[in-house]
């Protein structure tokens, strides 16, 4: 069965500071991938995507970029923190289905 | 953007009521999903309704949807403790999914 993983769980970054969150899938090959962001008490955003290994697309221009090293492993960074970068952060994958699989999540609080 | 908007906002119900809340839509869909988020957990699907589909039952959730007012209905019957939970609508289009803002039920016991 497929599996996926988000690391780390929490996260507390100061202002200006980098960031990488990782997202890994088990158990399947060449899925789509998905970064969303969630703030509090709202829905989600979706950020980047990606139906590829080096395929990235981003639905909004902001402080993060996403990669794709390998199959299953997908990557969010930033070189610079802002305090609205905070928030809950959701990884997801398909197989070209439209039902959609989330990891845990990664809380992220910038101060 | 968010592409659809649930209502109500929150709902809070006794244990073994039904709870129904409803989603609301701008532009035209390939399918709509609906998904339950547990307090800080991460999103999980319940079912997904094709256009061309007008009701869909899973166990105790049933869920309509009327694509000539875009909007779709997400019914829980004989609510549970365990459902207390955020509840959201997603549209789908290509590889995407557009949630809305979600709709918070708590059931009591």
């Known amino acids: 069965s497929q599996t996926i993983h988000q690391w780390p769980a929490t996260l507390v970054q100061p202002v200006g500071s980098p960031l990488s969150l990782e997202c890994t899938v088990e158990g399947t090959s060449n899925p789509n991938l998905y970064w969303y962001r969630q703030a509090a008490g709202r829905g989600l955003q979706l950020l980047f995507y990606s139906v590829g290994i080096g395929q990235i697309s981003s639905e909004v221009p902001q402080n993060l970029s996403a990669s794709r090293p390998q199959d299953r492993q997908f990557i969010l960074s930033s070189k610079k923190l802002l305090l609205s970068d905070s928030g809950f952060y959701l990884c997801?994958?398909?197989?070209?289905?439209?039902?959609?699989?989330f990891g845990p999540g990664t809380r992220l609080t910038v101060t | 953007s968010q592409q659809g908007e649930e209502d109500p906002q929150a709902l809070s119900i006794q244990e073994g009521e039904n709870a129904t809340m409803n989603c609301s839509y701008k532009t035209s869909i390939n399918n709509l999903q609906w998904y339950r988020q547990n307090s800080g957990r991460g999103l999980v699907h319940l079912i997904l309704i094709r256009s061309n589909e007008r009701e869909k039952h899973s166990g105790r959730l049933r869920v309509t949807l009327d694509t000539s007012k875009k909007s779709s209905s997400l019914l829980i019957t004989a609510s549970r403790a365990a459902d207390t939970a955020s509840y959201f609508c997603a549209t789908g289009h290509d590889y995407k999914l557009s949630f809305g803002a979600g709709t918070t039920v708590t059931v009591r016991a």
């Open positions: 997801a994958w398909n197989l070209g289905t439209y039902e959609q699989y």
